[in-house]
């Protein structure tokens, strides 16, 4: 080896060991990673002298690591010799062999990749003979279809429409018929829908259905969508489809019935007639095997609810009333629930929103029902519903107890908290389990991986494999996969994000009982990344540090790199125009707005302004940050003007939220109020009556 090339692998080797320090861990000795990992240990190993340009040391190493203890690692130790083979057959013999043992989706992929690239198009038809064209990966089936073509394969022409309608057709089926000189009528019109060109579509849809052509669910869905979008004439198509519907069968049938109901409840006066056709659909909400389809019926029953709430909030309660027991998952009603208190509220349906709230228990999820019982909670204590019947304090406080004990829902749990002036101890025992993962089962092979990925110092490997496993990654694990990533941020941002992602997830839907407040977890989804900034920024413009962390967390999850798509940039999520109009105030001729300190300090200068001009409130001020401040004065004024004209006293804020007519803000607002007040108790000694006292002035 000559000195050049030993200097260089020196310095190589040099800077991975400082990498791997530099995220908090220094590279295990070898006798004790051997001791952890086994044979594993040569697999991460092998990857490190990839790195460092050593190929043949690193396939030595991947070798004695794919006869690893641990299976899956032992398989990752043999993708990367495939992946590392010099020669293009070599890699297809080592990727033909690794499908040939694994037998599945995730072994055949890379090969099918492999082969494509390099015009094996008969190996590759080979390699995928019997797959299911309506379920496996779409790529796969692409590279399939795209050989077959190539090779003039007979089969080419049923197996592309059996590709076309038999599952959602997105870009990879239109990329390969618009290359096609012919194609089958109803796979041209599936291209229609799916540019959305439903106008066009409508007469060819139309001649397809009465032409007897065959129909699938998916085509069922599409042809539903474009009676929806492709005419005004929702009357005539509804009738239409309707028709169409008593005849049709299985998945079909509920789709036809479906967007029937969809187009009726477009129509004045034929409110009856969709609910009739949504009653229809539930029916007939059934997967191709016959058996109760519990998404369908779900997506069906949810258009159904909202459908009665255009027509009023007490025709929805007791649609609710009647259906309650028959969703099969509570969250997915989730905003249908924040619509229907948003509606009740507006309308002053005090009594029937108290009654919704004992309608719920049991059947809705925690969120939904923490929200209805708190509000109702806030509705008896201010007075506004004032039943004869009820000893209206026993009720509040039931109801507040009720919120406290709910779910994953922190803000609602928070606000209880602090209404009932409960201790801290007391408070921890409540978020112990946010959401307990009944269903839960550990996979220690994955766990392996990704620990060894910290170990030898791979932070970059570390969130695609996690994405991979989450489900079956346990509460430990996770505790030092999150604290490892958070440390990398300390020299590449982009890991805080990693890991707060990691541990927030992990603190929704644990496995296990938390230790509290102390537990790492919840520092790590609640961290104070940037601090030195956040703290300076926060004394110059006089902003609670508890304030400024939660809206960066909510804004961005600590993210200095992101673009929303409305163009909002970096930590605080700030807009161009603002930023300009900030910039004029501070004298910064020259920023970037990626710039963690620039952002920081933007975003804590504009939050200060906010809370200035609405008179020291920081709620406004958050609702101004999100909705703009025009917006949410004109709301306050009409809040309040309301409730002079009735003799009654301003709106306390916690009520005042729930009747934002925007939902985008009711959910920001929750969002920063709740980790504001988890900040205080992680790190300033606040309690939630604090915290909630100094943002919402209650």
């Known amino acids: 080896m000559s000195r050049h090339k030993a200097a260089l692998l020196s310095v190589l080797a040099s800077f991975f060991l400082i990498a791997s320090a530099s995220c908090g861990r220094q590279q295990q000795q070898e006798e004790s990673a051997q001791d952890r990992y086994g044979r594993g240990t040569e697999y991460f190993m ?16 991947l070798r004695s690591a794919s006869r690893s203890e641990n299976s899956l690692i032992a398989r990752k130790a043999k993708e990367e010799l495939a992946k590392n083979e010099d020669g293009i057959d070599t890699r297809i013999k080592a990727l033909s062999e690794i499908y040939g043992e694994y037998k599945d989706e995730a072994a055949l992929l890379p090969l099918c990749r492999e082969l494509y690239e390099n015009e094996e198009y008969a190996k590759l038809i080979e390699a995928t003979e019997g797959i299911d064209l309506s379920s496996c990966q779409n790529n796969i089936a692409y590279y399939r279809l795209r ?34 000189t012919a194609a089958p ?99 007939t909400a059934k997967d191709k095997e016959g058996q109760p389809d519990g998404k369908l019926y779900d997506n069906a029953l949810w258009y159904y609810l909202q459908s009665t709430l255009e027509g009023s909030p007490e025709a929805a309660v007791k649609a609710l009333e009647r259906y309650r027991d028959k969703w099969h998952d509570p969250y997915y009603f989730d905003d249908f629930m924040d619509s229907l208190s948003y509606r009740l509220l507006a309308g002053q349906f005090w009594s029937l929103y108290v009654k919704t709230a004992g309608l719920l228990k049991g059947y809705a999820s925690d969120e939904s029902a923490a929200k209805f019982f708190y ?20 009720e509040a406080r039931n109801f507040l107890n009720a919120a406290l004990g709910s779910g994953t829902d922190i803000y609602y749990r928070m606000l209880a908290a602090a209404r009932l002036n409960v201790g801290r101890t007391e408070l921890e025992e409540s978020l112990r389990l946010l959401r ?53 941020g300390k020299n590449q941002e982009g890991y805080y994000t990693q890991s707060i992602r990691i541990a927030s997830r992990k603190l929704h839907n644990s496995e296990l009982p938390l230790s509290g407040l102390d537990d790492s977890l919840f520092t790590l989804s609640f961290p104070r990344a940037f ?54 105030k501070l004298k910064a001729d020259k920023y970037d707005l990626t710039d963690s300190g620039t952002n920081i300090r933007f975003g804590t200068y504009y939050m200060s302004e906010m809370i200035r001009r609405l008179d020291g409130s920081q709620i406004l001020a958050a609702f101004a940050y999100n909705a703009g401040i025009t917006r949410v004065r004109n709301w306050s004024l009409a809040s309040q003007d309301e409730r002079k004209s009735k003799g009654a006293d301003r709106l306390p804020n916690d009520l005042f939220l729930e009747m934002l007519p925007i939902t985008e803000t009711r959910e920001y607002g929750r969002k920063i109020i709740s980790a504001a007040t988890i900040y205080g108790l992680l790190y300033y000694g606040l309690g939630p009556e604090e915290v909630i006292g100094q943002m919402m002035g209650l």
């Open 46 to 61: 092998g990857l490190r002298s990839l790195q460092m340009g050593e190929a043949s040391k690193g396939k030595r190493q």
């Open 147 to 180: 050989s077959m073509n190539e090779k003039h394969d007979s089969r080419f022409s049923q197996e592309f429409l059996t590709w076309c309608t038999t599952r959602p057709f997105d870009r990879l089926q239109y990329s390969l018929y618009s290359e096609l």
């Open 185 to 283: 009528k109803v796979v041209r019109l599936l291209a229609l829908f799916y540019n959305k060109n439903y106008g066009a579509a409508l007469p060819l849809t139309k001649e397809f259905m009465e032409g007897g052509g065959k129909m699938t669910a998916q085509i069922a869905s599409s042809i539903g969508k474009c009676f929806l979008y492709g005419s005004a004439d929702s009357a005539t198509n509804a009738a239409y489809l309707e028709d169409y519907a008593a005849n049709a069968t299985g998945e079909c049938q509920f789709y036809f019935y479906f967007y029937a109901a969809r187009l009726y409840s477009r129509v004045p006066g034929k409110r009856d007639s969709a609910g009739e056709c949504y009653k229809a659909s539930l029916a």
């Open 375 to 394: 509000v109702s909670a806030r509705l008896l204590q201010e007075g506004i519903y004032r039943p004869k019947e009820l000893d209206v304090e026993l």
């Open 436 to 488: 307990r993962n009944g269903e839960f089962e550990r996979n220690e092979e994955a766990e392996e991986l990704l620990l060894g990925y910290a170990d030898f110092g791979f932070p970059e490997k570390i969130y695609d494999e996690w994405q991979a496993y989450k489900d079956v990654i346990g509460l430990d694990t996770v505790r030092k996969l999150s604290s490892f990533l958070f440390s990398c």
């Open 531 to 584: 601090s030195a900034k956040v703290s300076k920024f926060c004394t110059e413009y006089g902003v609670d540090e508890q304030l400024m962390y939660a809206l960066i967390r909510s804004e961005s999850f600590f993210d200095p790199a992101v673009i929303s798509s409305a163009g909002a940039i970096g930590l605080t999520q700030l807009m161009e125009l603002t930023a300009g109009d900030v910039a004029k």
